[in-house]
């Protein structure tokens, strides 16, 4: 059966320092991967999508970045932190090539930026 | 482009009462309609979803929701609820055809007391 990891589960960073946050993916081959953004009272909101190794389309201009360095691998990072970063990060897989469209979550990464 | 309104952000109810929590989207083409529900520093996991066919759908836990395309909503029921129904519900859409992006409602946070 298929799972999907994300980690760390929480994580505490300065303003102005780097993240990188990994989402991998297991028991599938070639899915589409998402990365989302929920902040308090704002839902969830989709940051990049990627259908393939090395292609990630952004939803959102942010200070945030993705990669997809290996098929089953989704990586999202930053260079400098900002306050408004802060949120619980979700990474989500779907199988490609299917019709029903039914994306699979991950247990989600807490990050806070002090 | 698509978008989603779930009209409550929050909705008590008392144990073994009903419960409904309303969606309605906006899409010039046909949608995929879905529901998720997310417990507590959670990922979020599928109630249900509709793709065609019978417009009841019935998913786990017992909820089912109804496609209404003359009214655009998507409305999530439940006829008698239990305490661990307490979660975050999310309703979300997918255009059909589209490279599978979903767009979530803000969320309706259900609690159910004793």
């Known amino acids: 059966s298929q799972t999907i990891h994300q980690w760390p589960a929480t994580l505490v960073q300065p303003v102005g320092s780097p993240l990188s946050l990994e989402c991998t993916v297991e028991?599938?081959?070639?899915?589409?991967l998402y990365w989302y953004r929920q902040a308090a009272g704002r839902g969830l909101q989709l940051l990049f999508y990627?259908?393939?190794?090395?292609?990630i389309s952004s939803e959102v201009p942010q200070n945030l970045s993705a990669s997809r360095p290996q098929d089953r691998q989704f990586i999202l990072s930053s260079k400098k932190l900002l306050l408004s970063d802060s949120g619980f990060y979700l990474c989500?897989?779907?199988?490609?090539?299917?019709?029903?469209?039914?994306?699979?979550f991950g247990p989600g990464t807490r990050l806070t930026v002090l | 482009a698509q978008s989603v309104t779930q009209l409550d952000s929050q909705v008590p109810v008392f144990e073994e009462a009903p419960v409904e929590l309303r969606c309605n989207y906006s899409?010039?083409?046909?949608?995929?309609l879905f529901w998720y529900v997310q417990y507590p520093n959670q990922g979020l996991q599928l109630l249900l979803k509709?793709?065609?066919?019978?417009?009841l759908v019935k998913g786990i836990n017992g909820f089912e929701a109804e496609f209404n395309k003359s009214q655009t909503s998507f409305h999530l029921r439940k006829p008698s609820v239990h305490i661990s129904d307490t979660a975050e519900y999310f309703c979300?859409?997918?255009?059909?055809?589209?490279?599978?992006?979903?767009?979530f409602g803000k969320g309706t946070l259900l609690t159910v007391n004793p």
């Open positions: 989500a897989w779907k199988p490609s090539g299917s019709n029903t469209d039914t994306q699979y």
């Open positions: 028991g599938t081959s070639n899915p589409n």
């Open positions: 990627s259908v393939g190794i090395g292609q």
């Open positions: 899409s010039s083409v046909s949608v995929y």
């Open positions: 509709y793709l065609s066919g019978s417009t």
């Open positions: 979300a859409v997918s255009l059909r055809g589209s490279n599978y992006k979903l767009t």
